[in-house]
């Protein structure tokens, strides 16, 4: 039997072309009952129009929670931003966050019921069927059914998952979490002999030392973790004495870019490491390691300072060792219950007795695209006789299930969520359902379990059974909070015990290691449907609409590849075809699969962006896998956004770095035959802060989300047609073996002798009376000369109408406008958000975004301001600054050798 | 004394029949005008998303393609005018069709200008007339000194080539008449606007011919400086160069020789006017054009040394531009335009067309490939690292190309079949010297 | 009635000849016409070259004090506006369309300036009438020669042209 017939495949250009249906369509489905609606938690801002307003919600990455704040305009959801409540927030966003507003308003969202793959109008077949079901369910105590989810941490999902487990007793919950590391739960287990997972506060952490973890790295605790990175680097340079990172790992990851310390290893390598540390500390046989001794005398001066944190990739027994390294040390952690955990199956434990399911309901999971190698979901869809799949996307899954009903998207929902930290915030609809004919995921399961399914009804049961006669009180608050106050679990007071019996390592295996990864951009693959994020250059190495396999020079010389080389990867008799970039960093004899991409049915993007590593990824080992096997196939395919790294001797490097406390000194002002421009009123600058940016790219989705910065598609970015407004540039430096990488945010730099303007023929780009170099989209003819002149190269050309054309992102910010063909754009320093903020203090969504606040932005003439302290520093300094420029972005030096 | 008739000049475009050959070649270049017009119209639909560039490489064939036109047409009415000024004995010979290749050149440059904008249909906006908006232009801009450059060179070549003309143009109505073709002698009367050679006229006539001469010889030397500007007051480092104009002036000089040289050979050939263009102007046509690839040599080593003494970002960016992605064409054209064009020294050589006007085509080429090697070479190395991939010309482009080239020999055998392509009154002003006892 | 004579002459030099033996009899109202320059004949017709020279850089000066006035004017006055942090009068920068301007107009003021001391464009002109002026623009000389007067006939004429052995004489009626 061949599979459904799926949708039309997407021809290359669809992603631009793709479905129609955008606003409009959006527009005409908001006239639903005003009650679907959260209250709106902050005043309109002066000069929005009236129906604008801000929604406090939460979003999930892996099942754990992010508050935002949805703005919204007419009933639509415009632009999120971090909820500075949140702890999984605090204020800032990542771009899987900032991406939520495109895939909410994506035209190739799922908009139909399916059945066999094939869109149905009528609801009735599905209504007849379902009932059907259920009577036969409802016979059987469930006997064959069994549930297949994400990973939940939402109380009233779980709560739901439970009741519907109550009324069919024999039915079987498993989940699917392509993401989660098994080795962290059972060295946790082995520490603690309890599933928990420990929350560091880096914020108070003097010496952190990473054995293959990636705390600033994306993830569900990424912001929190940044931010308290973040406060420990401001507040070492406050007391001149700065914290120590020391990074251990085998590919290079945003948290290595910011170590003082990085070591290149091997995932065994960083076990070895990791076992002569804690041996140093008297646990474990006796190892040795060369890097060990000043490690541990490192982690033993900081005391309480001293933090050891465990990644992904690295076995139980490193998990083990951290939390007792931790313990010892006396380490800033705070041990909570895991909100994962849960009494649920996994995929293959569900595909072990696939014999025995008659009934699959697969619920926000996509596995027949992202489970392991060499479990046959496939087979088991064609085998079940009733598979039910509900998503927001039509993926994979939805095309190979029986039955697919579309999901609202969380934007649309009520609905609650549970934080990496266990804090519990409710979500609440922040925009008109933009789909019909899609249902929430916890009204589909109250529906299931008889319960009221209807609007808010399932959450506000499971509050209400919480609360009590406090409900209605607290209900609002939390609301408006966009959080449960006091919702997080306890610290446990639990310590690892002392005789941790560290399983021995495992013995070495020949050649080549795979190491699989999440993607920077993609993810698991769920965000393959955005095109937002994969235009967006990759952190390291630069990639973007499509993906990359990572060598180091020395592999890639040994096999003569260069960068964009095919190979052929074969890991325990299966193959695989994926373009290789060659990364300094990368540790000898390891190959970095990118997990994410290669999605065949990914909405409306075309099939086939990057490579499918689930192919390979063994069931057993899901992130470390040795025994790889390359070879060169001899085609080359080029890698879109990658550019061959050119390290430019310059007299003044771009990036500076300084001790602590040290001051970099001024240029000295060369002197002019003219009087100089005055700027009495406000002034307007940034300064932005390279010691605590951390390359996470989130600034450059917040503007592009902002200020309607258009996709251009592959085709063009590979010709180097981008638009982004804000870049934030890689800066590399040192020997391959040991390279050193900054990251350097280059926005518009705003210069008071900006070289742009004077070459403008038609005063299309002039300065205000507040500094701000201005675009007039208008009178701009598109000579491009000005870009000619930029010594920054920030500004962007429409060659063509991206921004009108048909299948245009459909998502658009109406306080910006829209750029037409022909004409140049760039950075406005948020133009529209200073207006709006009026004598207010203007944030820019950068600036907004920013998970470290690394970002400074205001009246540079108010020496109060953050700005016009951070331009005060001694580690502030221009960029290009020998041009004379006089550029109103600056940056602040890294603090570091 | 009836023997310095000029009559097979101006008996060619009174003829009926120009052969097969002609029609072939007009029929030819019309086909590449006629690609042009479609991709002139494709571009105005579809945008300059056609085209290859990106950033940092805003400008690509656009500003490729005008600067060598200009180059050519430069050095053609530069030859001329040298010749008109210096009342130089190879003037009668050459220096018409070399005024009509700078006006053809000059013509099919200003399309550039106004295609290579985003928005094409708005390039009326850095002219200053009082428009609703209420916005000028931004005279600080080179753009707006290059609008009014390339407009002067039009008027002020085309005025050069015209005032030469009228003489020439009374006596194709009275040979157009003497044939009794009236209609045709109305026209030629039209334009000859009723010269009569009363020698009070010519007098005033030679005077005004030299002033506008003059004038060409400081307008070229600007209109190519303020091109040469557009480039060399950016901040790009390679670009950022005193010697710039000069450079770009200079190595104009053997394209646009070596195209009237081509010319020339063509019209020997082409209306059997060899009395007119004889063996000696050819020769010192040749020469020219060696001497001009030598002083392009010139140029050359001076880059190369000054930018060896500069700075560290002007060193890297001549290094970028000489050795880096785009190094073929900085030494191609070093080959074709300095070197190469060294052979014409010798006798051998320049005497035979089919050695010395490939030679001259080649060096066209080879400053072609200099400019291409400017606009995009010169960006190589850039303040900061380069953020996109690099510049490759489309198809588009090339037919853009290729269409000029079209529009530009359409014009030249327009020319031919219509305006006597030798200057007549001086060749017989020669003539009649020296006849003289 | 006859009002000129046209005298054709095969050379410049008879032409020439001719015509200073009617200046140095008394005549005034003469014009030579040649198939080029003759600067002896414009000499003794007492035709300049300079003032074309002179409306010629008058005319650029004119240009360039236009082009400097209206960069001034629109950039100080007319819209004030803060470039690039420029001075709102940059002279240098002024300064290339200025001449530019200035030479445009020169050259198109020796054009015009040329025709106008011609008196061209002229479509019609008794000259024409000729049967053998065609050949002015070609290989022939002519000296017209206005009649006005009792000792200006038409006898006159020929009695002052018959040494120099004119090809023909014409005679052309206003």
Same mark, same amino acid.
């Given at each position: 039997?061949?599979?459904p017939?799926?949708?039309?495949?997407?021809?290359?250009r669809?992603?631009?072309r793709?479905a129609?249906?955008?606003?409009?369509?959006?527009?005409?489905a908001?006239?639903?009952?005003?009650?679907?609606f959260g209250?709106?938690?902050?005043?309109?801002?002066?000069?929005v129009s009236?129906?604008?307003?801000?929604?406090?919600?939460?979003?999930?990455?892996?099942?754990?929670?992010?508050?935002v704040?949805?703005?919204t305009?007419?009933?639509h959801?415009?632009?999120?931003?971090?909820?500075?409540?949140h702890?999984?927030s605090?204020?800032?966003?990542?771009?899987?966050?900032?991406?939520a507003?495109?895939?909410?308003?994506?035209?190739?969202?799922?908009?139909?019921?399916?059945?066999?793959?094939?869109?149905?109008?009528?609801?009735?077949?599905?209504?007849?069927?379902?009932?059907?079901?259920?009577?036969a369910?409802?016979l059987?105590?469930?006997?064959?059914?069994?549930?297949?989810?994400?990973?939940?941490?939402?109380p009233?999902?779980?709560?739901?998952?439970?009741?519907l487990?109550?009324r069919?007793?024999?039915?079987?919950?498993?989940?699917?979490?392509?993401?989660?590391?098994?080795?962290?739960?059972?060295?946790a287990?082995?520490?603690?002999?309890?599933?928990?997972?420990?929350?560091?506060?880096?914020?108070?952490?003097?010496?952190?030392?990473?054995?293959?973890?990636?705390?600033?790295?994306?993830?569900?605790?990424?912001?929190?973790?940044?931010r308290?990175?973040?406060?420990?680097?401001a507040?070492?340079?406050?007391?001149?004495?700065?914290?120590?990172l020391?990074?251990?790992?085998?590919?290079?990851?945003?948290?290595?870019?910011k170590?003082?310390?990085?070591?290149?290893l091997?995932?065994?390598?960083?076990?070895?490491l990791?076992?002569?540390?804690?041996?140093?500390f008297?646990?474990?046989?006796?190892?040795?390691?060369?890097e060990?001794?000043?490690?541990?005398?490192?982690?033993?001066?900081?005391?309480?300072?001293?933090?050891?944190?465990?990644?992904?990739g690295?076995?139980?027994?490193?998990?083990?060792?951290?939390?007792?390294l931790?313990?010892?040390?006396?380490?800033?952690?705070?041990?909570?219950?895991d909100?994962?955990a849960?009494p649920?199956?996994t995929?293959?434990?569900?595909?072990?007795?696939?014999?025995?399911?008659?009934?699959?309901?697969i619920?926000?999971?996509?596995?027949?695209?992202?489970?392991?190698?060499?479990l046959?979901?496939?087979?088991l869809?064609?085998?079940v006789?009733?598979?039910?799949?509900?998503?927001?996307?039509?993926?994979?899954?939805?095309?190979?299930c029986?039955?697919?009903?579309?999901?609202?998207?969380p934007?649309?929902?009520w609905?609650?969520?549970?934080?990496?930290?266990?804090?519990?915030?409710?979500r609440?609809?922040?925009?008109?359902?933009?789909v019909?004919?899609?249902?929430?995921?916890?009204?589909?399961?109250?529906?299931?379990?008889?319960?009221a399914?209807d609007?808010?009804a399932?959450?506000?049961?499971t509050?209400?059974?919480?609360?009590?006669a406090?409900?209605?009180?607290r209900?609002?608050?939390?609301l408006?909070?966009?959080?449960?106050?006091?919702?997080?679990?306890?610290?446990?007071?639990?310590?690892?015990?002392?005789?941790?019996?560290?399983?021995?390592?495992?013995?070495?295996?020949?050649?080549?290691?795979?190491?699989?990864?999440?993607?920077?951009?993609?993810?698991?693959?769920?965000?393959a449907?955005?095109a937002?994020?994969?235009?967006?250059p990759r952190?390291l190495?630069?990639?973007?609409?499509?993906?990359?396999?990572?060598?180091?020079p020395?592999?890639?010389?040994?096999?003569?590849?260069?960068?964009?080389a095919v190979?052929?990867?074969?890991?325990?008799?299966?193959r695989?075809?994926a373009?290789?970039?060659?990364?300094?960093?990368?540790?000898?004899?390891?190959?970095t699969?990118?997990?994410?991409?290669?999605?065949?049915?990914?909405?409306?993007?075309?099939?086939?962006?990057?490579?499918d590593a689930?192919s390979l990824?063994p069931?057993a080992?899901?992130?470390?896998?040795?025994?790889l096997?390359?070879?060169?196939?001899?085609?080359a395919?080029a890698?879109?956004?990658?550019?061959?790294?050119?390290?430019?001797?310059?007299?003044?490097p771009?990036?500076?770095?300084v001790?602590a406390?040290?001051?970099?000194?001024?240029?000295?002002?060369?002197?002019?035959?003219?009087?100089?421009w005055?700027y009495?009123?406000?002034?307007?600058?940034?300064?932005?802060?390279l010691d605590?940016?951390?390359?996470?790219?989130?600034?450059?989705?917040?503007c592009?989300?902002?200020n309607?910065?258009?996709?251009?598609?592959?085709?063009?970015?590979?010709?180097?047609?981008?638009?982004?407004?804000?870049?934030v540039?890689?800066?590399?430096?040192?020997?391959?073996?040991?390279?050193?990488v900054d990251?350097?945010?280059?926005?518009?730099?705003?210069?008071?002798?900006?070289?742009?303007?004077v070459?403008?023929?038609?005063n299309?780009?002039?300065?205000?009376?507040?500094?701000?170099?201005?675009?007039?989209?208008?009178r701009?003819i598109g000579?491009?000369?000005?870009?000619?002149?930029?010594p920054?190269?920030?500004?962007?050309?429409n060659?063509?109408?991206?921004?009108?054309q048909?299948?245009a992102?459909p998502?658009?910010?109406?306080?910006?406008?829209?750029?037409?063909?022909?004409?140049?754009?760039?950075?406005?320093y948020?133009?529209?958000?200073?207006?709006?903020?009026?004598?207010g203090?203007?944030e820019?969504?950068?600036q907004?975004?920013?998970?470290?606040?690394?970002?400074?932005?205001?009246?540079?003439n108010?020496?109060?301001?953050?700005v016009?302290?951070?331009?005060?520093?001694?580690?502030?300094?221009?960029l290009?600054?020998e041009?004379?420029?006089?550029?109103?972005t600056t940056y602040?030096?890294?603090?570091g050798? | 004394?009836?023997?310095?008739?000029t009559?097979?000049?101006s008996?060619?475009?009174?003829?009926?029949?120009?052969?097969?050959?002609?029609?072939?070649?007009?029929?030819?270049?019309?086909?590449?005008?006629?690609?042009?017009?479609?991709?002139?119209?494709?571009?105005?639909?579809?945008?300059?998303?056609?085209?290859?560039?990106?950033?940092?490489?805003?400008?690509?064939?656009d500003?490729?393609?005008?600067?060598?036109?200009?180059?050519?047409a430069?050095?053609?009415?530069?030859?001329?005018?040298?010749?008109?000024?210096?009342?130089?004995?190879?003037?009668?010979?050459?220096n018409?069709?070399?005024?009509?290749a700078?006006?053809?050149?000059v013509?099919?440059?200003?399309?550039?200008?106004?295609l290579?904008?985003?928005?094409?249909w708005l390039?009326y906006?850095?002219?200053p007339?009082?428009?609703?908006t209420?916005?000028?232009?931004?005279?600080?801009?080179?753009?707006?000194?290059?609008?009014?450059?390339?407009?002067?060179?039009?008027?002020?070549?085309?005025?050069?080539?015209?005032?030469?003309l009228?003489?020439?143009?009374?006596?194709?109505?009275?040979?157009?008449?003497?044939?009794?073709?009236?209609?045709?002698?109305?026209?030629?009367?039209?334009?000859?606007?009723?010269?009569?050679?009363?020698v009070q006229h010519?007098?005033?006539?030679?005077?005004?011919y030299?002033?506008?001469?003059?004038?060409?010889?400081p307008?070229?030397?600007?209109a190519?400086t303020?091109?040469?500007?557009?480039?060399?007051?950016?901040?790009?480092?390679?670009?950022?160069?005193?010697?710039?104009?000069?450079q770009?002036?200079?190595?104009?000089?053997?394209?646009g020789?070596?195209?009237?040289?081509a010319?020339?050979?063509?019209?020997?050939?082409?209306?059997?006017?060899?009395?007119?263009?004889?063996?000696?102007?050819m020769?010192?046509?040749?020469?020219?054009t060696?001497?001009?690839?030598?002083?392009?040599?010139?140029?050359?080593?001076?880059?190369?040394?000054?930018?060896?003494?500069?700075?560290?970002?002007?060193?890297?960016?001549?290094?970028?531009?000489?050795?880096g992605?785009?190094?073929?064409?900085?030494?191609?054209?070093?080959?074709?335009?300095?070197?190469?064009?060294?052979?014409?020294?010798?006798?051998?050589?320049?005497?035979?067309?089919?050695?010395?006007?490939?030679?001259?085509?080649?060096a066209?080429?080879?400053v072609?490939?200099?400019?291409?090697?400017?606009?995009?070479?010169?960006?190589?190395?850039?303040h900061?690292?380069r953020?996109?991939?690099?510049?490759?010309?489309?198809?588009?482009?090339?037919?853009?190309?290729?269409?000029?080239?079209?529009?530009?020999?359409?014009?030249l055998?327009?020319?031919?079949?219509?305006?006597?392509?030798v200057?007549?009154f001086?060749?017989?002003?020669?003539?009649?010297?020296a006849?003289?006892? | 009635?006859?009002?000129h004579?046209?005298?054709?002459?095969e050379?410049?030099?008879p032409?020439?000849?001719?015509?200073?033996?009617?200046?140095?009899?008394?005549?005034?109202?003469?014009?030579a016409?040649a198939?080029?320059?003759?600067?002896?004949?414009?000499?003794? $017709?007492g !035709?300049?070259?300079s003032?074309?020279?002179?409306?010629? /850089?008058?005319?650029?000066? *004119? +240009? =360039?004090? &236009?082009?400097?006035?209206?960069?001034?004017?629109?950039?100080?006055?007319a819209w004030?506006?803060?470039?690039?942090?420029?001075?709102l009068?940059a $002279?240098? !920068?002024?300064?290339?369309?200025?001449?530019?301007?200035? /030479?445009?107009?020169a050259a *198109? +003021? =020796?054009? &015009?300036?040329?025709?106008?001391?011609n008196?061209?464009?002229?479509?019609?002109?008794?000259?024409?009438?000729?049967?053998?002026?065609h050949?002015?623009?070609?290989?022939?000389?002519?000296?017209?020669?206005?009649l006005?007067?009792?000792d200006?006939? *038409?006898? =006159?004429?020929?009695?002052?042209?018959a040494?120099?052995?004119?090809?023909?004489?014409?005679?052309?009626?206003?």
């Amino acid at each position: 039997m061949t599979a459904p017939d799926p949708l039309p495949p997407p021809d290359r250009r669809s992603l631009l072309r793709a479905a129609g249906a955008s606003l409009a369509l959006a527009a005409a489905a908001g006239c639903d009952d005003p009650q679907e609606f959260g209250a709106p938690l902050h005043a309109r801002p002066r000069g929005v129009s009236a129906d604008s307003a801000s929604y406090a919600t939460v979003l999930d990455l892996d099942g754990l929670g992010r508050g935002v704040l949805a703005r919204t305009l007419g009933g639509h959801a415009i632009k999120l931003e971090g909820n500075p409540r949140h702890p999984a927030s605090l204020g800032a966003t990542d771009v899987f966050l900032e991406s939520a507003v495109l895939a909410l308003h994506d035209p190739a969202r799922s908009r139909h019921l399916r059945r066999q793959g094939r869109a149905l109008r009528d609801a009735a077949e599905f209504e007849t069927w379902l009932a059907a079901q259920q009577a036969a369910l409802d016979l059987r105590g469930g006997e064959g059914l069994r549930l297949l989810t994400g990973p939940v941490a939402s109380p009233t999902t779980r709560r739901l998952i439970a009741a519907l487990l109550a009324r069919w007793p024999a039915a079987r919950w498993h989940v699917q979490a392509p993401m989660e590391d098994p080795a962290a739960a059972a060295g946790a287990m082995l520490a603690f002999g309890r599933p928990v997972v420990a929350l560091p506060a880096l914020s108070r952490a003097t010496c952190v030392l990473a054995l293959g973890a990636d705390p600033l790295g994306p993830g569900p605790a990424q912001l929190a973790q940044a931010r308290g990175w973040a406060a420990a680097r401001a507040a070492g340079r406050e007391a001149g004495r700065m914290p120590a990172l020391i990074v251990a790992e085998s590919t290079p990851s945003l948290t290595g870019a910011k170590a003082d310390r990085r070591l290149t290893l091997p995932p065994a390598g960083i076990e070895a490491l990791g076992r002569a540390v804690a041996a140093a500390f008297g646990l474990g046989p006796a190892a040795a390691h060369p890097e060990a001794a000043p490690i541990a005398a490192a982690l033993r001066a900081a005391g309480p300072g001293a933090l050891v944190l465990a990644g992904r990739g690295q076995p139980e027994a490193v998990h083990a060792l951290a939390h007792w390294l931790n313990a010892r040390l006396g380490a800033p952690v705070r041990l909570v219950p895991d909100p994962l955990a849960a009494p649920a199956g996994t995929l293959a434990g569900l595909l072990a007795q696939a014999e025995a399911v008659t009934h699959l309901l697969i619920l926000d999971a996509n596995p027949a695209y992202d489970a392991p190698a060499g479990l046959d979901i496939a087979g088991l869809l064609r085998r079940v006789p009733h598979s039910l799949h509900a998503g927001v996307q039509v993926d994979e899954t939805a095309l190979a299930c029986g039955w697919h009903l579309p999901l609202r998207h969380p934007l649309e929902c009520w609905g609650d969520s549970r934080a990496f930290d266990g804090t519990a915030a409710l979500r609440q609809p922040a925009t008109v359902p933009l789909v019909e004919a899609a249902i929430a995921p916890d009204a589909l399961l109250a529906r299931l379990a008889g319960e009221a399914a209807d609007g808010a009804a399932p959450v506000q049961a499971t509050w209400r059974a919480a609360w009590g006669a406090d409900f209605e009180a607290r209900w609002l608050q939390a609301l408006e909070a966009g959080l449960i106050a006091d919702s997080a679990p306890a610290p446990l007071a639990i310590a690892p015990r002392a005789d941790v019996a560290l399983p021995p390592p495992a013995p070495a295996a020949r050649g080549l290691v795979a190491v699989f990864a999440p993607d920077a951009t993609l993810w698991d693959g769920r965000f393959a449907t955005e095109a937002w994020l994969h235009e967006l250059p990759r952190p390291l190495g630069g990639v973007m609409w499509g993906q990359a396999v990572l060598l180091a020079p020395r592999d890639a010389a040994a096999l003569g590849v260069a960068d964009g080389a095919v190979l052929e990867l074969t890991l325990a008799g299966r193959r695989l075809h994926a373009p290789v970039l060659v990364t300094p960093g990368q540790a000898p004899g390891v190959v970095t699969l990118p997990l994410g991409g290669g999605r065949q049915v990914a909405g409306g993007m075309p099939g086939g962006i990057g490579f499918d590593a689930y192919s390979l990824r063994p069931a057993a080992a899901p992130w470390v896998a040795p025994g790889l096997a390359l070879r060169p196939t001899g085609a080359a395919q080029a890698l879109v956004g990658h550019l061959p790294e050119r390290a430019l001797a310059e007299a003044t490097p771009r990036v500076r770095r300084v001790a602590a406390g040290e001051a970099i000194p001024p240029l000295p002002t060369p002197r002019s035959l003219y009087e100089p421009w005055r700027y009495p009123g406000r002034a307007w600058g940034m300064a932005i802060d390279l010691d605590t940016c951390i390359g996470c790219n989130a600034c450059v989705l917040a503007c592009q989300a902002e200020n309607n910065t258009p996709v251009v598609g592959p085709e063009e970015a590979a010709m180097g047609r981008t638009m982004h407004w804000l870049r934030v540039d890689r800066v590399e430096s040192g020997p391959p073996e040991d390279r050193s990488v900054d990251f350097q945010p280059v926005p518009c730099m705003h210069c008071e002798k900006a070289p742009c303007e004077v070459v403008c023929p038609v005063n299309a780009t002039v300065h205000d009376a507040e500094g701000l170099n201005l675009m007039v989209y208008p009178r701009c003819i598109g000579t491009r000369t000005c870009s000619n002149n930029c010594p920054y190269k920030v500004r962007r050309f429409n060659w063509a109408g991206y921004a009108r054309q048909a299948g245009a992102v459909p998502v658009r910010n109406p306080a910006v406008p829209l750029r037409p063909r022909g004409v140049i754009e760039k950075c406005t320093y948020c133009q529209h958000r200073i207006k709006a903020a009026g004598e207010g203090v203007a944030e820019t969504a950068c600036q907004r975004a920013c998970p470290t606040r690394a970002i400074h932005f205001g009246d540079i003439n108010d020496p109060d301001s953050a700005v016009a302290r951070a331009k005060r520093e001694g580690r502030s300094y221009a960029l290009l600054g020998e041009l004379d420029t006089r550029p109103r972005t600056t940056y602040l030096a890294r603090i570091g050798a | 004394m009836s023997g310095f008739s000029t009559r097979p000049v101006s008996d060619a475009p009174l003829r009926r029949d120009f052969g097969w050959r002609f029609t072939a070649a007009v029929l030819a270049s019309a086909a590449l005008t006629l690609l042009l017009a479609y991709a002139v119209v494709a571009l105005l639909w579809r945008g300059t998303a056609l085209w290859g560039t990106n950033i940092p490489f805003v400008w690509g064939f656009d500003l490729i393609n005008y600067v060598w036109w200009i180059g050519i047409a430069n050095a053609a009415s530069l030859f001329a005018v040298v010749l008109v000024l210096r009342r130089h004995g190879l003037r009668s010979a050459v220096n018409r069709f070399a005024e009509a290749a700078a006006l053809a050149a000059v013509a099919a440059a200003a399309i550039y200008p106004i295609l290579h904008l985003g928005r094409p249909w708005l390039f009326y906006w850095t002219v200053p007339y009082p428009a609703a908006t209420q916005l000028w232009p931004q005279f600080r801009s080179t753009l707006v000194w290059d609008f009014w450059g390339i407009m002067s060179h039009v008027v002020v070549t085309f005025l050069f080539w015209y005032t030469g003309l009228i003489p020439d143009l009374a006596t194709m109505r009275d040979r157009a008449a003497a044939r009794g073709r009236l209609g045709l002698a109305r026209i030629y009367g039209f334009f000859a606007l009723g010269w009569r050679g009363s020698v009070q006229h010519w007098a005033r006539h030679q005077a005004a011919y030299r002033m506008v001469a003059a004038m060409v010889l400081p307008m070229l030397v600007s209109a190519q400086t303020i091109v040469a500007l557009e480039f060399a007051t950016t901040l790009v480092p390679e670009w950022h160069q005193a010697r710039l104009p000069l450079q770009v002036v200079a190595t104009g000089l053997p394209s646009g020789l070596g195209v009237v040289l081509a010319l020339a050979a063509l019209l020997r050939g082409g209306l059997g006017l060899g009395r007119y263009i004889d063996d000696a102007d050819m020769d010192l046509l040749a020469k020219l054009t060696a001497a001009a690839a030598l002083a392009c040599g010139y140029v050359y080593a001076e880059a190369l040394l000054v930018a060896w003494l500069e700075d560290q970002a002007t060193r890297q960016a001549m290094a970028a531009r000489a050795f880096g992605a785009y190094a073929g064409l900085y030494w191609g054209a070093a080959l074709l335009v300095v070197v190469l064009p060294q052979l014409l020294w010798l006798k051998g050589v320049r005497r035979r067309a089919r050695y010395a006007v490939p030679i001259g085509l080649a060096a066209a080429i080879g400053v072609w490939l200099d400019r291409f090697s400017l606009v995009a070479g010169g960006l190589l190395r850039d303040h900061l690292p380069r953020t996109g991939p690099l510049y490759a010309p489309s198809l588009p482009e090339w037919t853009l190309l290729a269409g000029t080239v079209g529009l530009f020999a359409l014009m030249l055998l327009v020319f031919t079949r219509f305006v006597p392509v030798v200057s007549m009154f001086e060749t017989r002003h020669e003539e009649s010297e020296a006849d003289a006892p | 009635m006859t009002t000129h004579l046209l005298a054709e002459f095969e050379a410049a030099e008879p032409m020439v000849a001719a015509l200073r033996a009617a200046r140095a009899a008394g005549w005034r109202k003469l014009d030579a016409h040649a198939p080029f320059p003759v600067p002896e004949a414009a000499k003794l $017709l007492g !035709a300049h070259e300079s003032p074309v020279g002179w409306i010629a /850089i008058a005319a650029g000066l *004119a +240009g =360039a004090a &236009l082009a400097y006035g209206t960069q001034w004017w629109l950039s100080v006055h007319a819209w004030p506006i803060n470039v690039g942090g420029r001075p709102l009068h940059a $002279l240098p !920068a002024f300064l290339p369309a200025t001449t530019i301007v200035g /030479i445009l107009w020169a050259a *198109a +003021g =020796a054009l &015009l300036g040329m025709l106008a001391l011609n008196r061209l464009p002229r479509l019609h002109h008794p000259v024409f009438a000729a049967s053998q002026f065609h050949r002015a623009s070609e290989d022939r000389f002519f000296l017209s020669l206005e009649l006005d007067g009792p000792d200006f006939d *038409a006898a =006159a004429a020929h009695r002052l042209l018959a040494p120099h052995r004119p090809l023909s004489v014409a005679a052309l009626g206003g």
